[in-house]
């Protein structure tokens, strides 16, 4: 199994600011089948990036994703203030074992 | 509008048996692969299962396999979540997501508003 570890944990930035998201996995992820998704208190994920840095529908152009084999980042360029909210990757390399990471939540400094 | 609505959860006791449905809306159910993913209380997401278009091809994590039996009805747009032999540790928050067309799990979108269950005595 893929473990994907994620950091920082916490990550405290102002309105405006670039985040910068790593996730880290155990082995290669194959063809950078690489995913991220934004969760908010009392909702559901929200999908962001696949495909390591291919932004999905509807997704501003603020989110970007990269990285290939064990490294992979997301970036928010300048954060809005619904940006703030729990940040998940998810490995499907190793279908149909995939695997999540533990996520970052960005909050308000 | 692409739509998920899950119902089903609630209170079961360990051992106990739930069933768990989506129905689906806005899209053409029966082009796409479908899946369960799963989140405890204040915990992260754990894929559950998947069940291919036509429903040729099932996957299961581990933890649930045997004990849990995903299926599909591409008449009703819906899809279903058999969980038998239910333990403390099965109870979270329960969605379907939406997965591409392709055999094999990959991404997932959208998701459902998710379905609460717990598993308690």
């Known amino acids: 199994e893929i473990v994907l570890t994620q950091s920082p944990g916490t990550l405290s930035l102002s309105p405006g600011e670039r985040a910068t998201l790593s996730c880290r996995a155990s082995?290669?992820?194959?063809?950078?089948?690489l995913a991220w998704y934004q969760q908010k208190p009392g909702q559901a994920p929200r999908l962001l990036i696949y495909?390591?840095?291919s932004r999905a529908t509807g997704i501003p152009d603020r989110f970007s994703g990269s990285g290939s084999g064990t490294d992979f980042t997301l970036t928010i360029s300048r954060l809005e203030p619904e940006d703030f909210a729990v940040y998940y990757c998810?490995?499907?390399?190793?279908?149909?074992?995939?695997?999540f990471g533990p996520g970052t939540k960005v909050d308000i400094k | 509008e692409v739509q998920l609505v899950e119902s089903g959860g609630g209170l079961v006791q360990p051992g106990g048996s739930l069933r768990l449905s989506c129905a689906a809306s806005?899209?053409?159910?029966?082009?796409?692969?479908m899946n369960w993913v799963r989140q405890a209380p204040g915990k992260g997401l754990e894929w559950v299962s998947y069940?291919?278009?036509?429903?040729?091809?099932?996957y299961y994590a581990d933890s649930v396999k045997g004990r849990f039996t995903i299926s599909r009805d591409n008449a009703k747009n819906s899809l279903y979540l058999q969980m038998n032999s239910l333990r403390d540790e099965d109870t979270a928050v329960y969605y379907c997501?939406?997965?591409?067309?392709?055999?094999?799990?990959?991404?997932?979108?959208?998701w459902g508003q998710g379905t609460l269950v717990t598993v308690s005595s």
């Open positions: 997501a939406r997965g591409p067309p392709a055999a094999i799990v990959s991404w997932f979108d959208p």
């Open positions: 806005g899209f053409t159910f029966s082009s796409y692969s």
């Open positions: 069940i291919s278009s036509s429903s040729s091809t099932i």
């Open positions: 082995q290669s992820v194959s063809s950078s089948y």
């Open positions: 495909g390591a840095s």
């Open positions: 998810q490995q499907y390399g190793s279908s149909p074992r995939v695997t």
